[in-house]
């Protein structure tokens, strides 16, 4: 099964207030693992970059002024998520930002139901706790030490970490890889059998063997496997 984690940095948090995704950062999956192929991209939002988003993901309107436009990446982008479910932290919100990107070419708009929402999730396996992505990530051991800012890439390598705690990848890794089962294979063909010193004693009472033996012979007859052998 083929999965894709997306993020988006943009310039704002309203596509209707004129704000635009600046980069765009995938990692897919398959059978919940990483294979290592990624997309990312940075944008020019052909607007201004405001200060309290730049403090969020330290893009610069100056850094952007070359990049490329989303009608120019938008086919490899598409062609990257394919078919495959987007897993998003937060979904509802990098969503509306790719299909404001969308309607803007008259591209197919990316329904909610494609979306796996890693927050949604938590709250359904972790009620109580805080859902942001660096909360989880320190909840899971995650390491953050490369997150000085945001990065819709590094985000999503970080969510899609997130994601595999929070469908117990890890211990599927363990348990159905298959090395580890030729490994164990090997071990358990070339391990002497452990034997009991004493055997333990039995837990049936001498009236309970003798109703069973009735039993047998009454109802089974000789030739009940109790009595071969």
């Known amino acids: 099964m083929r999965e894709i984690v997306l993020d988006t940095e943009t310039t704002g948090f309203e596509p209707s207030d004129g704000h635009r995704i600046v980069e765009i950062g995938c990692v897919e999956l398959m059978d919940h693992f990483p ?3 990624t997309f990312q991209r940075y944008l020019n939002p052909d607007r201004d970059m405001p200060p309290e988003a730049e403090r969020v993901h330290g893009i610069t309107g100056a850094f952007l002024a070359d990049k ?12 990257f998520l394919g078919d495959a479910p987007l897993v998003i932290h937060n979904a509802s919100f990098d969503l509306k930002f790719v299909n404001a990107e969308l309607d803007r070419i008259g591209g197919e708009r990316i329904p909610a139901a ?8 938590a709250k359904s396996k972790l009620p109580g706790v805080r859902y942001s992505l660096d909360e989880l990530c320190k909840r899971f051991g995650i390491d ?7 990065g819709a890439l590094l985000d999503a390598e970080l969510t899609a970490q997130v994601y595999l705690e929070l469908i117990g990848g890890r211990q599927k890794r ?5 090395a580890d089962d030729a490994a164990a294979a090997t071990v358990d063909e070339n391990r002497p059998a452990r034997t009991r010193p004493a055997p333990l004693p039995p837990l049936l009472t001498a009236a309970e063997r003798e109703a069973h033996a009735y039993f047998v012979r009454r109802e089974l007859g000789e030739g009940a496997v109790w009595n071969w052998g």
């Open 35 to 37: 294979t290592g192929k």
């Open 68 to 79: 490329p436009r989303f009608p120019e990446i938008a086919e490899a982008f598409l062609q």
């Open 114 to 121: 494609r979306a796996i929402d890693t927050i949604e999730m």
């Open 144 to 150: 953050l030490s490369a997150r000085e800012k945001h």
């Open 174 to 178: 363990l348990l159905l890889a298959p």
